[in-house]
C-alpha cells in the first residue's frame, strides 16, 4: 500500500483501504479546528478484501465530491461529520475536515434489490440475515421492500459478515440498534429515489454512523452512496435473472473473477495487477455515476 503523503499541519494516524486520515498537528495552520479528522480519499481500489494495484485515477476525488452532494441531498434526514473542505492544497478536492465520531461497530446495509452476498445467502436459505424472502427470486430482483442487512465490521484485509438484527442488538443495545435500522432504510428510500429520477437504480447501500461526542445524535460518516459503498445500475438495462450492467466498481471484480485474471479467489496468492483496459473501463464507470447522479460533470 503506498505510504500515505506528508501534509502541512497535520498528522498521519491511520490509511486503510482506500482512505487516509490525519489529525492536526497543534500547529498555527489547524489551530482552533478542535476535535477533528481530516479524511483523504486515496485512488486506491479494494474488492473482496484485497488492495489492488494500480489505483484508478481520479477516483478519490469522485468519491469525495460525491459524498458531499449527497450528504447535502440528506442533510434533513441524518446530520453528517463533515465540518470543512477547506483542506491543504495537495489533497484539495479529495479530502473533508469531519468531526470525529464514536462509530458503530456495525456496517449498516440497505438493499432493495437482490444480488451479491444477499443472493448467495437467499440461495441457501431463502433468508437474508434472517429475513425470509419470498420464493422464486433471482439475481436483480426487486424486494418486496427494501430490508436492512447489517454486517460486523472486519478488520484491515478481512471479510464483513452478515448478521442478524439481533447481534446487532446485542452490539449496541435495542434503541440504537433500532435507531440505526430506522436512519439506514431513510436514506435509501431518499437515495433511492432520487437515483430513480436520474435514470439508475440503487441496488444497495452500507453507510456507517457514529455518535457526535458533542451532541450525543447518531450521525452519519465514512463516505455515502458512492460507487465504493453502492451497486448503481441503469434503470433502461435491468433485466432480472442476469447480472445487471453497472456504474460501479462491478467491472472490476468481474475481470477479478473471470478466467482472464487467472486468479483463485479462493486460493492464499494476492490478485495480480489490473490491465490498463479495467483501470480505464473503472474509471469511466466512476465517473458516469457521479455525472448520472449529480447532472454536473467532474474534471480530474
Known amino acids: 500500500m503506498t505510504a500515505a503523503a506528508p501534509l ?8 486503510g ?23 483523504v480519499a486515496s485512488d486506491r481500489v479494494s474488492a473482496y478484501d484485497h488492495v489492488l494495484s494500480p489505483g484508478i ?4 476525488v469522485v468519491l469525495t465530491q460525491l459524498s458531499l452532494w449527497w450528504f447535502e441531498q440528506l442533510a434533513d434526514l441524518v446530520p453528517n461529520h463533515v465540518v470543512s473542505t477547506e483542506v491543504p492544497a495537495a489533497v484539495a478536492g479529495r479530502a473533508m475536515v469531519c468531526r470525529r465520531l464514536e462509530m458503530f461497530p456495525v ?8 444480488t451479491g452476498s444477499g443472493l448467495a445467502e437467499y440461495r441457501v436459505s431463502g433468508s437474508v440475515t434472517g429475513i425470509a424472502l419470498p420464493a422464486g427470486l433471482v439475481d436483480g430482483s426487486r424486494l418486496p421492500e427494501p430490508i436492512f442487512t447489517p454486517a460486523t465490521k472486519a478488520e484491515l484485509g478481512a471479510h464483513d459478515e452478515n448478521v442478524p438484527f439481533d447481534s446487532v442488538v446485542a452490539l449496541v443495545g435495542a434503541d440504537t440498534a433500532e435507531a440505526l435500522r430506522s436512519l439506514t432504510l431513510a436514506v435509501y428510500g431518499r437515495a433511492e429515489a432520487i437515483a430513480r429520477e436520474r435514470g439508475v437504480i440503487l441496488a444497495d447501500t452500507k453507510l456507517e454512523f457514529g455518535t457526535d461526542p458533542a451532541t450525543g445524535a447518531i450521525t452519519l460518516g465514512d463516505e455515502v452512496l458512492t460507487p465504493d459503498s453502492s451497486r448503481f445500475w441503469p434503470a433502461d438495462e435491468w433485466r432480472p435473472g442476469r447480472a445487471q450492467p453497472s456504474v460501479d466498481k462491478q467491472v472490476l471484480r468481474d475481470w477479478l473473477t473471470s478466467p482472464a485474471s487467472g486468479w483463485d479467489r479462493a486460493g492464499d496468492a494476492t490478485p495480480p495487477s489490473l490491465p490498463a483496459d479495467v483501470v480505464a473501463r473503472t474509471r469511466d464507470r466512476y465517473l458516469d455515476a457521479y455525472e448520472r447522479l449529480t447532472g454536473t460533470t467532474l474534471s480530474v
Open 17 to 39: 483501504k482506500v482512505r487516509d486520515l490525519y489529525v492536526p498537528d497543534g500547529s498555527a495552520s489547524t489551530a482552533g479546528l478542535g476535535d477533528v479528522v481530516l479524511v
Open 107 to 114: 456496517e449498516c446495509v440497505a438493499r432493495g434489490y437482490l
Open 8 to 15: 502541512e499541519g497535520w498528522t498521519h494516524t491511520y490509511s
Open 57 to 60: 485515477p481520479g477516483k478519490g
